[in-house]
């Protein structure tokens, strides 16, 4: 949107909330249909998460342009390390114990939907990392377990965008058909990988638009 519709960076954030809504609500129901959904972590995860979204939004429309830009990039780079590591960081998990794991959940919500409000992006960045390195969640899980998650807080940080000006609806109507045919598509083809593959392809990913965010504000030679 910004690329290529010219969108300022508020606006972009927060009219991709309204797609990531859609994609959330497709998502878990296509992982749920494959058994990779864990009702009661998505519970404590969108607990918190409804909470700070609406802040999260709130403090993105105070920032300029490039801080979002620059921080997004460095934070999706972190993330994608942490993944390609996890073998060797975590293999089981860093947390045991269930009162412990679920006040990680519950954390991990928290900064996720502040996150997603501010970004406007889905809970994969913060949720499938938290719930892989933390819980020791197999991928398939965590990634449908994120989408569930993410439905009402995304609802809420796209509603605050809205309220500020910061969602084009048309735009935001458009993109509702191809978020239905691609999410259902991505999560039936993530079930043909193996766990380890699809940790790569994620990490892959978020390696990439980590670099597209960062590269423009690469030092010119």
Known sequence: MVGLLKLSQHKAHGTSLVAVFFTGFVGALTYGLQGSLDLRAAFFLALTAILTARFGARYAHSLPETSLKRAFGWFLFLVAFLLLLKPYLAPRGLVQGEAVQDLALLL????????????????GTIMV????????MPQHAAQGTSLL???????????????????????????????????????????????AGLRLVFAAVLLWTAWRYLRPFSPKK
């Open 149 to 195: 998650a993410m439905v009402p807080a995304s609802l809420v940080g796209a509603y605050t965008h809205f309220r500020l000006g910061n969602v084009e609806e048309r735009l935001a109507l458009g993109l509702v058909p191809g978020v239905f045919l691609g999410t259902f598509l991505g999560g039936e083809l993530a079930h043909f990988l193996p766990e």
């Open 129 to 136: 990392p938290a719930m892989v390195l933390l819980l020791g």
């Open 108 to 123: 991990s919500g928290a900064f996720t939907g502040f996150l997603s409000g501010m970004m406007g992006v889905g809970g």
